[in-house]
């Protein structure tokens, strides 16, 4: 499996300002996927990132609000704009798997307050 | 549309069986995942299966897969403190590339 790190781990921010999570991979991989986890709650797909193409959005999330940049196969970015406190949640990069095909390996998570 | 769904909570005795359950709406399900999620701590995969097998079996896991009543469980033999977490079942959709739809997750308290 794949060995992703994230930074920051966890951030406190004020309202209004953005916020850039860098996600890095030890291996190239072809798809990184970004996650949102409010508290209490389970995962949701923000935006799937491929190398060399715009980011693809689900439904519910914009661009101008999750800017996202895939500049190599190996190391991604996502920036939450603007923020509310809404917005806290954990923020997770995942990637997929090399060994087990469809499957997806995760990074350990950004812990966002937004104050 | 795709739907997967898990009970909240489940509380055990340490060195008991562990049961969770998933079930799940899709039937064009190829994958069906387990992960597990400790405080403070990404996601890290249990264990899979293949959504034409039956059965899994790795260590202490037990993975059943009931397609006909598309119901997926784990079983946890030996239920140690340490196993106290969130575990997360998820499915992968052969048309739907390699995205994954997570349950909301089932709080395991394993209680000594």
């Known amino acids: 499996s794949a060995v992703i790190s994230q930074k920051p781990s966890r951030d406190i921010c004020q309202r209004g300002t953005s916020l850039t999570i860098q996600c890095q991979v030890d291996s190239q991989v072809t798809m990184m996927f970004w996650y949102r986890q409010q508290p209490g709650q389970s995962l949701t797909l923000i935006a799937t990132?491929?190398?060399?193409?715009?980011?693809?959005?689900e439904s519910g999330f914009v661009i101008d609000k999750f800017p996202i940049s895939r500049p190599n196969l190996t190391f991604s970015t996502l920036t939450v704009s603007n923020m509310s406190p809404e917005d806290s949640s954990i923020y997770l990069c995942?990637?997929?798997?090399?060994?087990?095909?469809?499957?997806?390996?995760f990074g350990p998570g950004t812990r966002l307050l937004v104050l | 549309g795709e739907d997967v769904e898990q009970s909240l909570f489940l509380s055990v005795r340490e060195g008991d069986s562990s049961v969770i359950n998933c079930t799940y709406t899709d039937s064009s399900s190829t994958y069906l995942y387990w992960y597990k999620q400790e405080p403070g701590a990404g996601l890290q995969l249990l264990t899979y299966i293949f959504s034409n097998m039956d059965m899994k079996q790795d260590q202490r896991l037990t993975v059943l897969l009931n397609k006909k009543d598309k119901h997926l469980s784990l079983r946890i033999a030996d239920t140690q403190t340490g196993d106290s977490a969130i575990y997360f079942c998820?499915?992968?959709?052969?048309?739907?590339?390699?995205?994954?739809?997570f349950g909301g997750g089932t709080r395991l308290m394993v209680k000594p």
């Open positions: 995942s990637v997929d798997g090399l060994a087990v095909q469809e499957t997806q390996y």
């Open positions: 998820a499915e992968s959709i052969s048309n739907a590339g390699n995205m994954l739809t």
């Open positions: 990132a491929n190398q060399g193409s715009e980011a693809t959005y």
